[in-house]
């Protein structure tokens, strides 16, 4: 019932207005008063109350047909992707509905009908104007709908943009915001993601994999981390159980650099995971090859002097 309050509150208020001439003729005859001016505008309260009908009834079948699909499962995917294209297209049809209902109401005046037909009949206009005045706001709006459409990420993707990891939260017209690891929101114009590069992690699926540097001395078993990493991986339940790969990539004057590749189901476990392996990847080599750290050897050659 309190679901549909809204929905129930502005039925008895659409039958109020469809009434609102006899209701203000029996008024008049009481009290002597003269309701006309509001009677008058019965056509304009009927289509603004129409409008937010419309609304009302678009997000409840939303609402409903999203109830199909759960994005706080693991393998969301599918339930993401709709949820982005239902909520930008509703986005889009509010913005229809308030504007066509701006049209209408602004059409009955007879002052400002040129305004109400411009909206309609003037769009090369319209789009002058808008274009010169409102460039970056259109652009905005197209490059929101452009979104919806291609999907370069979905809600809950997760992605670095601007050097910061997080995740899309909301997806706008005009701008998208992105939950920061550390709660923090960045919000972006629609059209950033369209005209500047970003990474996103979970672009066909959640899986990720976690990198680790580790720099050691070249004295150093990597047979012997191999062993370490492998059972460090098996004892944690952050693992995924595919990706588990300890390689040499560098080597420098003083240290050797080993880079260690893991995987886990989704970025935040990824994130956990690698500091998880760093931490006791150092522990194991500060307790059984404290000599392996990385150090700086300078040699000094005792030669005797030769007497002049």
Same mark, same amino acid.
């Given at each position: 019932? #309190?679901?549909?309050?809204?929905? !129930? %509150?502005?039925?008895?208020?659409?039958?109020?207005? $469809? /009434?609102? @001439?006899? +209701?203000?003729?029996?008024?008049?005859?009481?009290?002597?008063?003269?309701?006309?001016?509001?009677?008058?505008?019965?056509?304009?309260?009927?289509?603004?109350?129409?409008?937010?009908?419309?609304?009302?009834?678009?997000?409840?079948?939303?609402?409903?047909?999203?109830?199909?699909?759960?994005?706080?499962?693991?393998?969301?995917?599918?339930?993401?992707?709709?949820?982005?294209?239902?909520?930008?297209?509703? #986005?889009?049809?509010?913005?229809? !509905? %308030?504007?066509?209902?701006?049209?209408?109401?602004? $059409? /009955?005046? @007879?002052? +400002?009908?040129?305004?109400?037909?411009?909206?309609?009949?003037?769009?090369?206009?319209?789009?002058?104007?808008?274009?010169?005045?409102?460039?970056?706001?259109?652009?905005?709006?197209?490059?929101?709908?452009?979104?919806?459409?291609?999907?370069?990420?979905?809600?809950?993707?997760?992605?670095?943009?601007?050097?910061?990891?997080?995740?899309?939260?909301?997806?706008?017209?005009?701008?998208?915001?992105?939950?920061?690891?550390?709660?923090?929101?960045?919000?972006?114009?629609?059209?950033?993601?369209?005209?500047?590069?970003?990474?996103?992690?979970?672009?066909?699926?959640?899986?990720?994999?976690?990198?680790?540097?580790?720099?050691?001395?070249?004295?150093?078993?990597?047979?012997?981390?191999?062993?370490?990493?492998?059972?460090?991986?098996?004892?944690?339940?952050?693992?995924?159980?595919?990706?588990?790969?300890?390689?040499?990539?560098?080597?420098?004057?003083?240290?050797?650099?080993?880079?260690?590749?893991?995987?886990?189901?989704?970025?935040?476990?990824?994130?956990?995971?690698?500091?998880?392996?760093?931490?006791?990847?150092?522990?194991?080599?500060?307790?059984?090859?404290?000599?392996?750290?990385?150090?700086?050897?300078?040699?000094?050659?005792?030669?005797?002097?030769?007497?002049?």
């Amino acid at each position: 019932m #309190k679901k549909h309050t809204n929905l !129930i %509150i502005s039925g008895l208020l659409l039958i109020l207005i $469809l /009434s609102l @001439e006899l +209701i203000t003729d029996f008024i008049t005859k009481l009290t002597g008063l003269d309701f006309s001016t509001l009677a008058n505008q019965q056509q304009n309260l009927f289509i603004a109350v129409a409008a937010w009908i419309a609304i009302i009834v678009l997000r409840i079948l939303k609402t409903r047909f999203l109830k199909r699909y759960d994005i706080s499962e693991e393998d969301n995917l599918h339930s993401r992707k709709v949820y982005t294209q239902f909520n930008i297209l509703e #986005k889009v049809i509010i913005f229809i !509905i %308030i504007i066509v209902a701006i049209g209408l109401i602004l $059409l /009955s005046f @007879e002052g +400002i009908r040129k305004i109400g037909v411009g909206l309609f009949a003037s769009a090369g206009v319209a789009g002058i104007i808008l274009g010169l005045s409102a460039q970056k706001v259109v652009g905005a709006l197209l490059a929101g709908i452009q979104i919806a459409i291609t999907q370069p990420f979905r809600i809950d993707d997760a992605v670095v943009v601007e050097g910061e990891w997080g995740w899309i939260e909301e997806i706008n017209l005009t701008y998208v915001v992105v939950r920061v690891w550390d709660k923090r929101r960045l919000v972006l114009p629609s059209s950033y993601f369209l005209e500047k590069p970003f990474q996103n992690w979970t672009r066909n699926n959640a899986d990720i994999m976690g990198t680790i540097f580790l720099y050691t001395d070249y004295n150093i078993p990597f047979n012997n981390l191999r062993e370490e990493l492998t059972r460090l991986l098996n004892a944690s339940n952050l693992w995924d159980g595919k990706v588990n790969v300890l390689q040499v990539t560098e080597s420098k004057e003083t240290t050797v650099e080993s880079r260690i590749l893991v995987s886990a189901k989704n970025s935040p476990m990824a994130w956990d995971l690698r500091v998880h392996i760093r931490e006791k990847m150092i522990e194991y080599i500060q307790k059984n090859y404290p000599d392996s750290l990385p150090r700086t050897r300078v040699v000094i050659e005792n030669k005797a002097i030769k007497p002049d």
